[in-house]
């Protein structure tokens, strides 16, 4: 009889096993609640991180407006607290403009250290409770 093999469990950037970032909102690329990626994810939705209002405001002048709902995508809009997967090329370009928001290292998917240093993401890491 062959042995039924697991799928592989996602590792973080600090090479444990992958920790939900938000159910509430609920986010992901895949909208798993995880910064979960693939081939499909070409934004690499990978970094978990808290956003504020100053990084709200920052991401909507840039384009990316993740405040206002757009409830026909069951996007209710992020508020300062939430806690959302950003595009790692995204955070890059607030860490570059002094913006970049605290990272959730459990939470952030191990394809972010093809883009980003872990050292730049364990400088902005938010404390574990």
Known sequence: MKERRKPQQALNVLGQP??????????????DGCCNTGY????????????SREFLAYSKARGNDLSTPAPEFGFRGL??????CLCAGRWREALDAGMAPPVVLAATHEETLAILPLAALKKHALSPN
Do not use: A, M, N
């Open 18 to 31: 992958l920790q939900p970032c938000s159910l509430d909102p609920l986010t992901g690329f895949y909208r």
């Open 79 to 84: 508020k300062p607290g939430d806690q959302w």
């Open 40 to 51: 499909d994810d070409t934004g690499i939705h990978t970094v978990c991180v808290r956003v």
